[in-house]
């Protein structure tokens, strides 16, 4: 249970990190508009067009009477769009960090100096090309375990009492996982740690990722708030990976004053 309250902790201290810095809490709202704008641009198109995409892809339907014909194509266009909200909700994250790559490295970057002992941050040494690259091919194996996750629970959600009670708990809880690793992934590739590794060390603190995850997943299924809360969450899950590398990190008596001579509240 210290370890829930801890990773919540974490997500507290992320947004008032930013608050206390606001030029790069602007620049790190830029990446989650341009996929706000992406995403809700999709979701409508899907809303518009998705009953004539169920009907194009059901013709075995066409010569249903009615209404078997109209119930089976709206259900099936509502699961469609909410499929497509789901996978939003999931994939949200990873394409956020993938376009704003270079937004979210610097504002690590400084929180990570912010709360060093010796004001020094850890650099991958890679070219910007190749941090790319490595940052999309693992966003997209996250996202790919996290579909299947969503496909599966989806589906669960279908049986009586339980699809509408645990499934969506369990859901929050995954996405909260889901999220953290990727939130996490910005700190920890400049760290030079492999997927792998990062998962492995993520599982053997499940609590500390929960108490972070599941609150940030239940507010970004409000896609307005994950912009805002995007930048804090960034700087709070920097934080949390320097506990899960063992770094040493100042405290609140140690931290550099703020501009008014007030120290820096964690």
């Keep these: 249970m210290r370890d829930l309250g801890a990773g ?10 930013v608050a206390r810095h606001g030029k790069q809490y602007g620049f790190g709202l830029i990446p989650g508009l341009i996929t706000l704008v992406l995403y809700a641009a999709a979701l409508v ?8 995409f169920v009907g194009w892809s059901t013709p075995f339907a066409d010569d249903w009477s009615s209404p078997w014909q109209g119930l089976f194509r709206g259900f099936l266009t509502a699961v469609l769009f909410a499929l497509g ?5 999931v994939t949200f994250t990873a394409v956020t960090l993938l376009i704003g790559q270079p937004f979210y490295e610097n504002l690590s970057e400084k929180v990570d100096r912010d709360v060093s ?3 020094t941050a850890p650099e991958s040494g890679l070219p910007l090309w190749r941090e790319l690259w490595i940052s999309g091919r693992d966003s997209l194996r996250v996202v790919v375990r996290a579909a299947l996750w969503g496909v599966l629970l989806f589906a669960l959600g279908f049986i009586p009492v339980v699809g509408q009670t645990v499934v969506p708990v369990i859901g929050v809880a995954v996405t909260g996982f ?9 700190a920890l590739q400049r760290r030079r740690v492999e997927l792998r590794d990062r998962l492995g060390m993520l599982r053997s603190r499940k609590t500390l990722v929960w108490g972070f995850g599941t609150p940030l997943a239940a507010a970004f ?3 307005f708030v994950a912009v805002f809360l995007m930048p804090g969450a960034v700087a709070g899950a920097t934080l949390m990976a320097r506990e899960l590398m063992e770094e040493e990190t100042r405290t609140q008596e140690e931290a ?11």
Excluded: C, I, K, N
């Design 8 to 17: 919540f902790r974490y997500l507290l201290r992320g947004q008032r990190w």
């Design 256 to 266: 550099a004053p703020a501009p008014d001579g007030e120290h820096v509240r964690w």
């Design 178 to 186: 889901f999220l953290t690793e990727e939130l996490t992934a910005v």
């Design 45 to 52: 198109a899907l809303a518009l067009w998705g009953e004539d």
């Design 221 to 223: 299924l409000v896609p």
């Design 117 to 119: 002992p010796d004001g």
């Design 85 to 89: 909200l789901l996978l939003s909700v």
